[in-house]
Nanobody
Framework: QVQLVESGGGLVQAGGSLRLSCVAS????????MGWFRQAPGKEREFVSY????????IYGDSVKGRFTISRDNAKNTAYLQMNGLKPEDTAVYYC??????????????????WGQGIQVTVSS
């Protein structure tokens, strides 16, 4: 059974930083592309970033490019999202997601098969 568990969210002032973690179980982590999405109240789920299972490709949404960094530690079955220069508009529930083995990744939420429960990130102005 695939499980994804996010942690590291919370309340931070504008300009601050947070690092989200996503621990995966029930998968061979090194063969899984990991994605991050977010959803603010009343809005659709928005692509944030993904890292290819090889680690060689990282893709970012336009709204976070240059501020967020995605990474992975295969030894810990964990994907990370380092968020710097946070803005109030980054406030949302953040979700990690993955697809099947050697799935290449996508900016489309519907392309992912497994999701974490989500974690709240709130940025105050």
């Amino acid at each position: 059974q695939v499980q994804l568990v996010e942690s590291g969210g919370g309340l931070v002032q504008a300009g601050g930083s947070l690092r989200l973690s996503c621990v995966a179980s029930g998968v061979t982590f090194s063969t899984h592309t990991m994605g991050w999405f977010r959803q603010a109240p009343g809005k659709e789920r928005e692509f944030v970033s993904y890292i290819h299972w090889s680690g060689a490709i990282t893709i970012y949404g336009d709204s976070v490019k240059g501020r967020f960094t995605i990474s992975r530690d295969n030894a810990k079955n964990t994907a990370y999202l380092q968020m710097n220069g946070l803005k109030p508009e980054d406030t949302a529930v953040y979700y990690c997601a993955t697809g099947g083995p050697r799935y290449g990744g996508s900016q489309v939420a519907g392309s992912y098969d497994y999701w974490g429960q989500g974690i709240q990130v709130t940025v105050s102005s």
